[in-house]
């Protein structure tokens, strides 16, 4: 162990200083009160909310869950109160905790619907960052946004002019190339990327032959999709310059590395906070450990530093 070593964590996404690099993930964490006398929440780096409509929304028929093999399917369909119920009555406690927020967003029926929201949250001022989720896989659609490189860099494009907060764009994995998908989020002017969201699923009761969800369908997240996830922050990684978010299976220190190492500035636990609410801060304790072991003053000098395997 190196003596004398005092890591230092924090990180930047664009302007957004975080005080290290460990978020919660949208739709995993709830608005953050819900898990208020659990962890200090004071402690994150970040928080990013549920995702948010500009209507409220019921969400999909119930089963919403169920446990597969090293991971779990959702369809919560995107489950909210709204954006209007969201500013009068959620984010004021988000705004007492004096830590950066991330208001994740998304459109039901039309592309602009996304307009709507960021011009509302432009406005507040407890709104540190917007993540536009152009890749939900349980809205029931042909097609999501982010499998489309135009659509992405249009409708990019279309927000970013409307607010100068922080835009995070998350990524799909259920697509052909991630990488074309990411290079268009940066041309439009995308402030970070946010990656992976969860994969297209299904599992089957063998033995009343119904589908577990009552969507059928569901998004994959879990341990299961980690390796994936890893890939796809290292290709990403490597083909633009903006901070990733990476996500997908993080459940402890050395998974949140493995992300980090692959080239993500800062790392999202998600389905980790159902099984231990602590993960996250967990996570933060033992990356400052691993730094100070190995004699690491900054995360930048790990961050994308994959190594040749060795002959």
């Known amino acids: 162990m ?21 978020m919660v993930a949208s739709g995993t964490f709830g608005y953050a009160e819900e898990f208020k ?23 999909n028929l119930p089963p919403r869950t169920c446990e597969t093999p090293s991971g779990m ?3 919560i369909g995107l489950e909210n109160p709204g954006i209007d119920v969201f500013i009068e009555e959620k984010l004021p406690f988000l705004k007492k905790l004096g830590i950066p927020v991330i208001v994740s967003i998304a459109a039901e029926d039309s592309p602009e619907e996304f307009s709507v929201l960021v011009s509302k949250l432009d406005k507040m001022d407890a709104v540190s960052a917007i993540e536009l989720n152009i890749s939900c896989p349980n809205l029931q659609k042909d097609r999501l946004i982010s499998q489309d490189a135009q659509a992405t860099f249009e409708l990019v494009s279309l927000v970013r002019k409307l607010t100068s907060k922080i ?20 041309g439009a002017g995308s402030d970070a990327l ?37 890939k796809m922050v290292w290709e990403v990684y490597n083909k633009i310059k903006i901070p990733i978010i990476g996500m997908g299976g993080i ?21 980790a906070n159902f099984i231990n609410p602590k993960a996250s801060l967990e996570i933060i304790s033992g990356l400052r450990q691993y730094m100070a072991d190995n004699g690491i003053l900054s995360l930048s000098n790990i961050t994308g530093r994959l190594k040749a395997c060795k002959d």
């Open 2 to 22: 190196v003596k004398n070593i005092k890591p230092d964590i924090s990180v930047n996404i664009g302007n957004l200083d975080l005080k290290n690099p460990v």
């Open 73 to 75: 399917l959702n369809s």
């Open 37 to 59: 006398g659990l962890i200090d929440l004071k402690k994150l780096g970040a928080i990013v909310t549920k995702t948010i409509t500009v209507k409220p929304r019921i969400g």
């Open 194 to 230: 946010a990656l992976i969201n969860t994969l297209s699923g299904m599992s089957i009761d063998v033995h009343k032959r119904i589908p577990m969800l009552g969507a059928w369908e569901g998004g994959l997240s879990g341990p299961a999709i980690r390796p994936i996830a890893v």
């Open 167 to 186: 835009l995070i764009t998350k990524l799909s994995p259920n697509v052909t190339c991630i990488s074309d998908i990411a290079m268009a989020a940066e």
């Open 251 to 271: 459940m402890d220190t050395e998974s949140a590395l493995e992300f980090i190492i692959a080239g993500a500035t800062a790392v999202s636990v998600g389905t």
